[in-house]
């Protein structure tokens, strides 16, 4: 039977930075892994560059039941710190926007990279490799392996949410914390697009592929950024951002002219153009596809010149706060994280091991903290993988 002083069950970024930190220590460290090989959502992140980081990251950017326990792990290890080690290995990365830093090549540096700390800590991994049992006889752990039974005296379950099912994402983990008395909270998928109803399919559908930069919110979240009409709602960056705070039956509320006073601009142009139509004078502001549907849905279209103030109004209202009612999401199949998950109160903030059994730890994305697009997931399985690596 063999013995190791910490089990990393998954090979993601959380459970390889975590692995790495507790070799460095001098802990004998098997990482067990599921997959044919390890980091394999680290692989198609980004487009396959890996938005590694973001150099804003804070406690604000993050959505948990329990908001302020991401902090400490945040402040232990930041973004800066992860971009010295990326440095160190002579990765060239850039910054796209709002701090999103990313691979100028390939994604598989970054998996290099950490393949390489590991075997510089000296961990062991195991892909292919899947557990069918966590048992705790005495102080440790025993653990059944598809490649043999396996004591320690620590386990960091690293195994993720239930994002992308078809790259192997399952509930193991939450599975798990469960069966060790945890409470998990209810978990649905984020980071994905909308879907809309057929009614409103039926006037939005045919604008699959327009893409305008708008600002989009829902109760207690509002984010800006390009949205993208599909075949089946809405998506893109914006929407993406809204949708982990979305709930069941939530309207959607679009600002179509971020950035402008739209009573003020409605004016202007009824004053420089009277006999404009008002479709004519929106496809200057937005996609004409989209200025002829929505005043087709719903605005109207009439010369400017016979619209009232008050009608003016009345229209930058609606295109400053355009409601949609979406029916719900894409699903785990395209969600890129997993909002909610096991609950942080039962936790240590600054070690990640759980308040109920010692010895046990939960990292990453299974753990009820779910960061914004843009970097800030990996940072939190970064600083959430070195908390515990520190601690094992």
């Not at 992860?82 to 709002?98: A, D, Q």
């Not at 599909?230 to 600002?255: K, M």
């Not at 109207?300 to 009232?308: A, E, F, H």
Request: glycine share 12%; proline share 5%.
């Amino acid at each position: 039977m063999a013995e190791y002083d910490v089990v990393v069950i998954g090979g993601g970024a959380a459970g390889l930075m975590c692995a790495i930190e507790a070799g460095r220590r001098g802990r004998r460290v098997l990482v067990v892994e599921h997959a044919d090989r390890v980091g394999k959502k680290i692989l198609i992140s980004g487009g396959g560059r890996c938005n590694f980081t973001n150099v804003n990251a804070s406690p604000e950017n993050y959505l948990s039941a329990n908001p302020p326990f991401c902090r400490s792990a945040l402040a232990r290890s930041t973004p800066q710190d992860f971009v010295s080690l990326v440095e160190s290995y002579s990765i060239p990365y850039h910054e796209k926007e709002l701090g999103q830093l990313f691979c100028d090549g390939s994604a598989r540096e970054i998996v290099q990279m950490l393949l390489a700390e590991c075997q510089l800590a000296g961990v062991e991994i195991a892909c292919n490799c899947t557990v069918s049992a966590v048992e705790r006889p005495g102080d440790g752990f025993a653990l059944v392996t598809s490649a043999g039974a396996v004591t320690c005296r620590h386990v960091v379950v690293a195994s993720g949410g239930r994002s992308i099912p078809k790259m192997g994402a399952s509930g193991f983990g939450y599975d798990l914390a469960q069966r060790f008395g945890h409470t998990i909270v209810p978990t649905r998928p984020g980071l994905v697009p909308l879907t809309l109803g057929q009614g409103e399919l039926a006037h939005y559908g045919e604008l699959s592929g327009v893409s305008l930069s708008v600002r989009a919110w829902c109760e207690g979240a509002s984010f800006a950024g390009p949205l993208l009409f599909t075949h089946r709602g809405l998506s893109g960056p914006a929407i993406l951002q809204v949708s982990s705070y979305w709930q069941q039956g939530e309207p959607l509320h679009v600002d179509l002219l971020p950035g402008m006073d739209a009573s003020a601009w409605l004016s202007a142009e009824q004053r420089s153009h009277p006999g404009a139509e008002l479709r004519t004078s929106l496809s200057d502001v937005v996609p004409k596809r989209l200025a002829v549907c929505l005043c087709d849905v719903e605005l109207g279209s009439r010369p400017l010149r016979q619209y009232s103030t008050r009608d003016l109004q009345s229209i930058a209202g609606r295109l400053k706060g355009w409601e949609f009612r979406p029916i719900g999401t894409e699903g785990y199949r395209t969600a890129e994280v997993t909002v909610g998950g096991v609950d942080t109160t039962e936790l240590s903030s600054s070690t990640m091991e759980s308040r109920l059994v010692s010895g046990l730890y939960f990292i990453g994305e299974v753990v009820d903290v779910t960061g914004w697009l843009g970097g800030y997931n990996f940072q939190w399985a970064w600083a959430s993988g070195y908390a515990a690596g520190q601690a094992v």
